[in-house]
């Protein structure tokens, strides 16, 4: 069992004169086996979150709960937590077995025999037996990340803590570890926290998302929600790459009317806007935009000023009066610099927000999305 309850959690720090709140209010439930990620920008909170619950840090407020019982006092060692680092934090003066034991030896009054028994059997999972005698200066980066998974699998803790583990590796063996570990995490069933940047890893690897900004929680979603039901304007632009295209736009006789162009909207949509009217931000996803003919009604027109060949897709940044807009094509199609593409956004797929607040007014649904292309390629 390893179900978390982090309740009104904050985080303040004295920096000089200085107060930083690095988490506030933070309220998030954890399932027994779940697999969270934790996403964000930089300085957003996710690590002093981590730290706080391993025990590392002392919050200034609210409470941490694993399976019912209040843990925030406790000391780290009375936890049963284990956290993996971004930098492995392996000794190096011992060898690959001796670190993997090393918790073991200290925490636990289990014999040497056991601690044995119990580091060959991770070292098999791992696919380690061959470097069990080599100290961490002999190995691989990839190699080094497996004895400091190894050595907090090795405690079969009720919760794993990562933080941004697989930063330090090669773009090849972060796509084969990133695999790896999410097998893992499904064979043993522990509840796990995953700290990263990374967008790929964030859509891919957990059952659902924290979003972070500013030390608070901007949405608690699977990877689909957060993506095609995004709860504010911060959401959708961090969610998804290359990110959704915004728009400044007035709401004014059942169009969004921005400088460059005109968008008008069906009975259907404006039923949804019902009590909305003035300034919006309208967004679209670059695999949402479709390239139409010149003489569509609605169509808008733009100038490719520059493109990326990724292969498969090709990014395309167009203009539209003075703003750049992000266009995903098919990688087949050759468009150069300096030509016209007649773009439309489709309906169903536009997302509209407050202004002001940035809160969501109208967005997308999971249901309606599955039914669709999600690369609605032109
Ligand atoms: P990154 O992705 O860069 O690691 P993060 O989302 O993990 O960032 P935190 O490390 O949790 O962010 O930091 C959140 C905020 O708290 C930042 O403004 C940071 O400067 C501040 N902070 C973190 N630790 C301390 C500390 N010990 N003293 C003062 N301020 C701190």
Same mark, same amino acid.
């Given at each position: ?189 522990? %509840? #796990?926290?995953? *700290? @990263?940047?990374?967008?790929? $890893? ?6 659902? =998302? ?91 027109? %733009? #100038?490719?000023? *520059? @493109?990326?060949?990724?292969? $498969? ?6 203009? =539209? ?58």
């Amino acid at each position: 069992m390893g179900k978390l309850d982090i309740r009104n959690l904050r985080k303040e720090f004295l920096d000089e004169d200085r107060s930083i709140v690095a988490v506030e209010d933070l309220n998030i439930d954890i399932d027994d086996g779940e697999f969270l990620i934790f996403v964000g920008p930089s300085g957003c909170g996710k690590s002093t979150t981590l730290r706080c619950i391993a025990g590392l840090e002392s919050p200034t407020g609210g409470n941490i709960l694993l399976n019912e019982t209040d843990i925030t006092n406790k000391p780290p060692t009375e936890r049963d937590i284990a956290m993996v680092f971004q930098n492995y934090a392996l000794y190096p003066h011992l060898t690959a077995r001796k670190n993997i034991g090393f918790g073991l030896k200290m925490s636990t009054d289990m014999g040497a025999d056991e601690i044995e028994r119990r580091v060959d059997d991770v070292a098999e999972m791992m696919g380690i037996e061959e470097i069990l005698e080599k100290k961490p200066g002999e190995l691989s980066g990839g190699q080094q990340q497996r004895v400091a998974l190894g050595r907090a699998i090795v405690r079969e803790p009720e919760v794993f803590l990562m933080d941004e583990p697989l930063s330090n590796l090669d773009a090849k063996l972060r796509t084969t570890m990133r695999t790896e570990l999410q097998n893992l995490q499904q064979d043993l069933n522990i %509840t #796990t926290i995953y *700290v @990263t940047h990374d967008q790929t $890893e964030a859509m891919t690897m957990g059952d659902r =998302i924290a979003i972070l900004n500013d030390g608070k929680l901007q949405q608690l979603g699977t990877p689909l929600e957060c993506y095609y039901e995004p709860a504010n304007r911060f959401v959708a632009g961090f969610i998804g790459s290359p990110s959704m295209n915004f728009f400044e736009v007035d709401y004014v006789d059942g169009a969004l009317v921005h400088d460059t162009f005109r968008y008008d909207l069906s009975p259907k949509a404006r039923e949804q806007l019902v009590g909305y009217e003035g300034r919006m931000t309208l967004g679209i996803r670059p695999e949402s935009i479709e390239t139409v003919p010149a003489d569509e009604p609605g169509a808008i027109s %733009t #100038t490719v000023s *520059v @493109t990326e060949p990724m292969g $498969e897709l090709t990014y395309a940044y167009v203009d =539209i009066g003075d703003q750049t807009c992000t266009v995903t094509l098919s990688g087949e199609r050759m468009v150069e610099s300096g030509t016209t593409l007649t773009i439309d956004f489709p309906e169903d797929k536009i997302h509209l927000f407050d202004p002001d607040t940035g809160e969501t007014v109208k967005t997308r649904s999971v249901s309606t999305a599955t039914d669709t292309n999600v690369d609605a390629r032109a």
